[in-house]
């Protein structure tokens, strides 16, 4: 099949694959909640921790983590760089759609209470962590550190999912300075951080204004 429809193909199956509501689905499961009457009404694993439990927000967390790294491993294997280094660009589009799909999920669309037409899901941490594991694995020990610290001892949900995006970068780019990867894998952790960014938009107001929810330690001080 020839690339101009198979690049497509690779990504559309990257969104379906990001759009699978997991938080829904555990929560759901596990409580009989709608997840989206919770809270931020976000399908993350923040969210999920607040509506199940500590272990329904992890396990939505690492179900989210690898549906990104899913959407990076199948566009690996279907364009592999020795093949064409450009294929690079495709890579990284993969886990970014899968974010795409994540944060505005098919599957969750809907009207909001003025008639607009929607698209829910969640912020995109978890599917960032798991699109830069799928580019390169050893990511994770560098990146989740970080957004766990961020998480549990900083105290907001919002930071620590901003931070991942820019550890990627930031990884990724040592990285691509060194010539171990593509220094488009870099580009990748940049987009994240945009696609991130615009879906807290509501909670960087709030950070702005010192009105975000805490969590963790910080939370126990209130």
């Given at each position: 099949?020839?690339?101009?429809?198979?690049?497509?193909?690779?990504?559309?199956?990257?969104?379906?694959?990001?759009?699978?509501?997991?938080?829904?689905?555990?929560?759901?499961?596990?409580?009989?909640?709608?997840?989206?009457?919770?809270?931020?009404?976000?399908?993350?694993?923040?969210?999920?921790?607040?509506?199940?439990?500590?272990?329904?927000?992890?396990?939505?967390?690492?179900?989210?983590?690898?549906?990104?790294?899913a959407?990076?491993?199948?566009?690996?294997?279907?364009?592999?760089?020795?093949?064409?280094?450009?294929?690079?660009?495709?890579?990284?589009?993969?886990?970014?759609?899968?974010?795409?799909?994540?944060?505005?999920?098919?599957?969750?669309?809907?009207?909001?209470?003025?008639?607009?037409?929607?698209?829910?899901g969640?912020?995109?941490?978890?599917?960032?962590?798991?699109?830069?594991?799928?580019?390169?694995?050893p990511?994770?020990?560098?990146?989740?550190?970080?957004?766990?610290?961020?998480?549990?001892?900083?105290?907001?949900?919002?930071?620590?999912?901003?931070?991942?995006?820019?550890?990627?970068?930031?990884?990724?780019?040592?990285?691509?300075?060194?010539?171990?990867s593509?220094?488009?894998?870099?580009?990748y952790?940049?987009v994240?951080?945009a696609?991130?960014?615009?879906?807290?938009?509501?909670n960087?107001?709030?950070?702005?204004?010192?009105?975000?929810?805490v969590?963790?330690?910080?939370?126990?001080?209130?």
């Amino acid at each position: 099949m020839p690339d101009f429809l198979l690049i497509p193909g690779v990504l559309l199956l990257s969104y379906l694959i990001g759009s699978i509501p997991s938080g829904l689905i555990i929560v759901k499961i596990t409580t009989g909640k709608d997840i989206r009457t919770v809270e931020s009404g976000r399908t993350g694993g923040t969210n999920a921790m607040r509506a199940a439990g500590f272990w329904a927000g992890l396990a939505t967390a690492l179900f989210d983590l690898l549906k990104a790294s899913a959407a990076a491993w199948i566009a690996k294997a279907v364009f592999p760089l020795m093949v064409n280094p450009a294929y690079a660009w495709v890579h990284i589009f993969a886990p970014l759609f899968a974010i795409l799909g994540h944060n505005y999920s098919i599957f969750l669309a809907g009207r909001t209470e003025d008639g607009r037409f929607r698209l829910r899901g969640g912020a995109g941490g978890a599917p960032c962590v798991g699109g830069s594991f799928g580019l390169w694995a050893p990511s994770i020990f560098f990146i989740l550190p970080l957004g766990a610290f961020v998480l549990f001892g900083v105290g907001y949900a919002s930071l620590a999912t901003m931070s991942v995006a820019l550890a990627s970068t930031l990884i990724f780019a040592y990285r691509a300075w060194l010539g171990l990867s593509p220094w488009q894998y870099a580009v990748y952790g940049l987009v994240a951080e945009a696609l991130l960014m615009w879906s807290l938009r509501p909670n960087i107001r709030r950070l702005l204004q010192g009105k975000e929810r805490v969590i963790g330690w910080r939370a126990r001080q209130h």
